[in-house]
């Protein structure tokens, strides 16, 4: 399988046991999320596509990843509540833009899919996949991880709950092992 795809044998049992992506749109849809924002992501490609065919929802196709913290502070100041998705290599390029919703207190809510962990075939993503969880803490920005489906569902529900109630800055860590290896 050349492009890009995971296999549903990489997901792992807990993969094919449980349409998690859809679970997570109804999730995220209960806590009327109407933007989200993306950088084109394999490990987000399901959550995409479901959030791209809702007309309730706008969805703001990314070219660096730092853009989506600005959509996500207007959006915010417009009445909307909104998600980023990313995957953890994208982190990098946010941390300078991350200041305004910290010092602001604006509420965030982003979706980061791990590389350089588990089953990593790119030495190129090892780097930033060390030093994103502690990169976002170091800036201020909460993080919570998730390697299974369940604790995924719980986790960015209790996320959303912090980010749009008590206008906390969060970012949930999809483990690189939830989303199965990929195969090039």
């Known amino acids: 399988m050349g492009d890009g ?34 950088v084109p992501d394999a490990g ?4 995409i596509q479901l959030f791209r065919s809702d007309n309730d929802v706008t969805c703001n196709v990314l070219t660096t990843e730092e853009e989506g913290i600005a959509i996500a502070a207007g959006a915010w100041l417009g009445g909307l509540r909104s998600v980023i998705l ?3 290599s994208g982190v990098g390029n946010c941390i300078n833009m991350l200041s305004l919703p910290v010092i602001a207190r604006l509420p965030l809510l982003m979706l980061v ?24 803490e170091a800036v201020g920005i909460r993080t919570m991880r998730a390697s299974t489906p369940d604790d995924l569902i719980a986790i960015v529900g209790s996320a959303a709950t912090l980010a ?15 989303l199965g290896e990929k195969k090039w």
Do not use: C
């Open 5 to 38: 795809s995971i296999t549903a044998e990489a997901q792992g049992e807990a993969g094919r046991t449980r349409d998690w992506p859809s679970d997570l749109y109804q999730l995220l849809k209960r806590h009327d999320v109407r933007q989200m924002s993306y």
């Open 44 to 47: 987000h490609a399901r959550l």
């Open 86 to 88: 990313m995957q953890s």
């Open 113 to 136: 899919t791990m590389r350089g962990e588990w089953a990593e075939f790119n030495p190129w993503q090892v780097p930033m996949g060390l030093a994103t969880e502690r990169s976002l």
């Open 164 to 178: 749009y109630g008590a206008d906390q800055q969060i970012a949930v860590i999809l483990s690189q092992r939830l």
